[in-house]
C-alpha cells in the first residue's frame, strides 16, 4: 500500500475511537505506521478494536470521556508526547430520540447542554490538553471532524417520517467547532501545530438508515449516494501527516457534493 510507514513513530489519538468512523480512522492511521490511541467512554468497544488491529500494527485502549476535564488529564499524562490528536467523539442523541426532541420549539435544554458538553466542549479540552503538549514537544496536527450540518442548514424534508432528524445542538457545536479550528491555528502560529477542520457528509448505515432517507439524502448529494464508512480515511492520512504540512485553520469537504450546489 502506498501509505504504508506514512505516520512511522508517530503517536495518534482518536476520540470516539471505537464508533463507526473512530474505528475506520483508527485502522487507517494503525495501517499508516502510527501508534494509535484508541480513546472512547466505551472502553469494551477500544478493546475490542485494539485487539482486531493487533495483527496490524500498534494500538492501546484508554478509557476517555471529553467532556470530562480530569479524565482529559489522564489522557494527556498517558500520552506525554502525542503527534496527531483526531477529535472525532461526539455526543448523537437523534436515534430513538423522544418526541420533545424532534422540534426546535420544545428541544429540552438539557438535552441542548448535554450535546454542547460533549461535542464542543469536549474538543475544546482535548485540542487545550493535547495541543498544548504538541506545542511544548515538536508540535503536530489537530484534526476536527465536523459535519456538512456544521456549514450548511439540515434539510429537514429529507428525513420525512423516517424517525431520523437532525438536533439543533448537532449544528451549533459542528459550526461552531470551524471557527474553534481556525482560532487554535491562529493561535499555535510557530509552534508547528497544524489545526484543521475535517467536514464530512452522511454514511451509509442501513441497519438504522430506511431506504427512503437513503433515496432523499443520496438526491442531494452530486455523486447521487451516500458515503462508505472507509471514504474520509484518505484525508486523515492526508491532514495527520506531512502530505498536508502547508494546511492549517482550514475546512476540507467531503460530501459527495452536498454542499456544492
Ligand atoms: N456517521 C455520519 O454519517 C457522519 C456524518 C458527518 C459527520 N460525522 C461525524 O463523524 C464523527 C463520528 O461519527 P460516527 O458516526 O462514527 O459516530 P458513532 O456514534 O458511531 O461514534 C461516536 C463515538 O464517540 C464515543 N463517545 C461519545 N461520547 C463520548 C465522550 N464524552 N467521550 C469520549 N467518547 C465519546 C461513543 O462511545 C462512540 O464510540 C462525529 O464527530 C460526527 O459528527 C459523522
Known sequence: MLLDNLLDG??????????RLGSEFSRALCLAGADVVLADTDLEGARKL??????????????LDISDPASVRDLAEAVPDPDVLVNNAFFNPSIGQKEETKRLETFPLALWKEVIDVNLTGTF??????GGLMANNSG??????????GMVGADQRIYGDSGLNSQPSYAATKGAILNMTRYMAAYWRGKNVRVNTLTLGGVLDRSYMRDEFIKNYSEKTILGRMADRTEYNGAVLFLASDASSYMTGSNLVIDGGWTAW
Not at 485494539?50 to 478509557?63: F, V, W
Request: hydrophobic share 40%.
Open 125 to 130: 479540552l482535548c485540542s487545550q490538553a493535547i
Open 10 to 19: 508517530r503517536t495518534a489519538i482518536v476520540t470516539g475511537a471505537a464508533g
Open 140 to 149: 503536530g496536527s489537530i484534526i476536527n471532524i465536523s459535519s456538512i450540518y
Open 50 to 63: 485494539e485487539q482486531s488491529l493487533s495483527g496490524i500494527g500498534s494500538a492501546r485502549a484508554h478509557r
